[in-house]
């Protein structure tokens, strides 16, 4: 059985799709964007600010399932220029202190010009 999560401490889904599903245990997060939740709007002109904005908007899905960062098992990162890559780290490392396994890749371009993404896969024990 799925369970879909609907939490208004993460931007609220702007298309056909959830903030994140739960199923067989797992919790597979939608990518999370530096938008504020509640307003939608771009929070942050930096690769800083707007990963730090990613990494509260995934701990409002992880914290209305119960989790922390700690049961994150996998991420996909996603970012608009790798140039960023080490100042975007400087953030994720300060969330992502269990080291789960990791895909970061460069993209052409993200929705609303933002400069990184984050999804995330979470297991419930």
């Known amino acids: 059985m799925l369970k879909f999560t609907s939490t208004e401490h993460a931007p609220s889904a702007i298309g056909p799709y959830s903030q994140a599903v739960e199923a067989n245990g797992f919790l597979f997060a939608s990518g999370q964007v530096a938008l504020m939740p509640g307003t939608g709007e771009v929070v ?3 690769i800083q600010e707007q990963a730090e904005r990613v990494c509260q908007n995934i701990k409002g899905i992880l914290d209305a399932n119960g989790l922390t960062f700690e049961d994150v098992v996998k991420t996909t990162c996603f970012l608009a220029d790798m140039a960023d890559f080490a100042a975007f780290n400087e953030i994720y490392g ?4 269990s080291k789960p396994a990791r ?3 460069a993209v052409k371009e ?3 010009k933002l400069l990184c993404e984050v999804e995330i896969i979470a297991v419930k024990n």
């Open 103 to 105: 895909s970061c890749v």
């Open 94 to 97: 300060k969330y992502f202190v």
């Open 44 to 46: 942050g002109t930096t």
């Open 110 to 112: 993200l929705p609303k």
